[in-house]
């Protein structure tokens, strides 16, 4: 097959392909590959282009005799990084094919799994080592002490609740990553959720000495899954207990869109708003990440998984709706549900 026939033949692909000789000259690209090389790729030796030392030592054998092999190879562009499978194979004794594939999504998943399965283990580690610690003192010297007794007992139950917290916001997310891409269709009324929602908190909004108020206008029912939508609001207003106790008020508020950027419809947007510590705007974006926490320590004193918002985020998706976080230092945090109303 002649050149002519070869660039016919890897235009058709849509991955990068590139055909090079036996000195490691490109003498072929398809469209794709010009788009991520640029049009000089044509005649220019491939190793000036793909330099990383595991890519070139991968080419250099290929163009030395061996039938074929594969390396990543990682580039630099104006938004992201991308990362490349390159494999090289012989055609015969004087043309390469080279092949680039984008595995970035690949390798970011596998990232996040190997980050969760981390974090799971770091989340349980810490409680199941202060139950072991306790258990073996209660087995020994402590054993016979009542006072010590009682108060290390205390302390287990909050370390086994704290697991068992844990464990449950792990099936929620689980449970709802199942059925993120089927939109619920069932006609739910925002205000009766969060009413409902607030009557469950009660007490933790007495204890916690606040005023909430509400001011929900008659909203229009929207199409979600009553559950997880009670799940959403539950973890935002308790999130607003917890973290904003320091301005002594929450408020939440309802308003009724006719139009909103990125959407073909009306919306909802419940607003969820308190008046604590506030929080920097550098840590606004990863806080639907998983087991993320801006201050650690407080949130596990609080009882916090660090799952929380990152369930909301998912149930919020599956309903296509977002989740809007504005916040200041000493100013509180607003959070900001926009659910479609069709």
Not at 90 to 102: E, F, H, K, P, Q
Not at 195 to 213: D, K, S, Y
Not at 226 to 248: F, R
Not at 292 to 298: F, G, L, P
Request: aromatic share 4%.
């Amino acid at each position: 097959m002649n050149d002519t026939a070869l660039q016919a033949l890897i235009s058709a692909f849509p991955d990068p392909v590139l055909l090079a000789d036996s000195e490691g000259f490109v003498i072929a690209a398809n469209p794709p590959a010009i788009d991520l090389f640029g049009v000089r790729i044509r005649g220019a030796q491939l190793r000036a282009h793909l330099r990383q030392p595991e890519v070139s030592a991968m080419l250099e054998r290929v163009l030395a005799g061996s039938d074929g092999e594969s390396a990543n190879f990682h580039s630099h562009g104006a938004q992201a990084e991308a990362i490349w499978q390159v494999t090289a194979r012989r055609m015969d004794g004087r043309r390469t094919v080279i092949t680039l594939r984008d595995i970035s999504d690949l390798e970011a998943a596998s990232a996040q799994r190997r980050d969760f399965v981390a974090n799971v283990s770091h989340e349980l580690r810490s409680p199941l080592t202060v139950l072991a610690g306790f258990v073996e003192t209660l087995q020994g010297p402590a054993g016979d002490d009542p006072q010590a007794r009682a108060e290390f007992l205390g302390i287990m139950a909050e370390q086994a609740s704290r697991m068992t917290g844990l464990v449950a916001d792990l099936l929620s997310l689980s449970r709802v990553e199942s059925v993120e891409k089927i939109r619920p269709r069932s006609a739910v009324a925002l205000d009766s959720v969060i009413r409902a929602t607030l009557a469950a908190l009660r007490p933790q909004i007495e204890n916690a000495g606040l005023t909430v108020t509400c001011d929900l206008p008659d909203l229009p029912e929207i199409p979600g899954d009553y559950d997880q939508l009670v799940q959403v609001y539950h973890n935002l207003i308790e999130n607003a207990l917890k973290y904003g106790a320091s301005g002594g008020r929450v408020e939440i508020t309802g308003q009724h869109l006719a139009t909103m950027p990125g959407y073909d419809s009306a919306v909802l947007r419940i607003s969820i708003r308190d008046y604590g510590e506030g929080i920097e705007p550098i840590y606004l974006p990863r806080l639907t990440e998983r087991f993320y926490r801006v201050d650690k320590a407080r949130s596990r004193d609080s009882g916090g998984t660090g799952l929380g918002l990152a369930i909301v985020k998912h149930i919020l998706g599956r309903h296509r709706g977002r989740l809007v976080i504005q916040s200041q230092p000493g100013q509180g945090a607003r959070f900001d549900t926009i659910l479609p109303c069709s």
